[in-house]
């Protein structure tokens, strides 16, 4: 598949927009998402993943402007971080917005992320918003990192898989939590706590 076929990428974006389903790559693991502000289609996700309903889903951004959609009360290391490290595989947890309920899972923060390849930034961009995605895998399932491995696990549940090839870190994102402080990570991935200590004023520790 030609990573930007337009026609494609129209479709998955009508997708989207009808309240689908689509899966798509990222730099780090395939994604799974939907349109944010449409619960119904979040719920979807959560059916289709076999997702608890109390895990919240995260949100991949086109720009660091598009945060503003999703998310309020940005604190100053959030445009530090963001700045150094996307696009990329930092996940950060920040204060939600007009979010509906089903995207965070009832609470008040949410995870936000740009992913670090031209095709999924592609598809947010023409979508207009930032995109709710999770892994494209069923839940306690490895996550996939290419089209083959997404098939067997979601190919009959989602409305289109485009088709990106490997991913490149083949590794989670690192999801760090700022919406608390210090600001802690929840879960190591893709960037380092060393890479990350010169920005935080306490090394960030490992959620015990």
């Not at 996700?45 to 503003?68: A, H, N, T």
Request: with cysteine; proline share 9%; charged share 20%.
């Amino acid at each position: 598949m030609n990573l930007f076929d337009n026609s494609l990428l129209d479709q998955a974006v009508m997708r989207l927009r009808e309240g689908g389903v689509v899966a798509f790559p990222t730099d780090t693991v395939y994604g799974v998402g939907v349109h944010p502000f449409q619960p119904a289609a979040v719920r979807k996700l959560y059916r289709i993943k076999g997702r608890p309903i109390d895990k919240p889903i995260p949100i991949l951004v086109g720009s660091i402007g598009d945060v503003e959609c999703v998310a309020q009360n940005l604190p100053r290391i959030f445009f530090e971080l963001a700045e150094r490290f996307w696009p990329g595989g930092l996940t950060l947890i920040i204060e939600a917005k007009a979010l509906p309920p089903e995207v965070t899972a009832g609470g008040k923060t949410v995870g936000v992320r740009m992913p670090n390849h031209s095709l999924a930034l592609d598809l947010i961009r023409r979508f207009g918003l930032p995109v709710a995605t999770t892994s494209a895998n069923r839940s306690d399932e490895l996550p996939a990192t290419s089209a083959e491995e997404v098939r067997p696990q979601l190919g009959g549940l989602v409305d289109l898989i485009l088709d990106g090839g490997q991913t490149f870190t083949k590794i989670a994102s690192t999801v760090l939590d700022l919406s608390v402080s210090p600001p802690l990570i929840r879960r190591y991935g893709d960037i380092s706590a060393d890479e990350l200590a010169p920005y935080l004023t306490d090394r960030p520790k490992a959620q015990s």
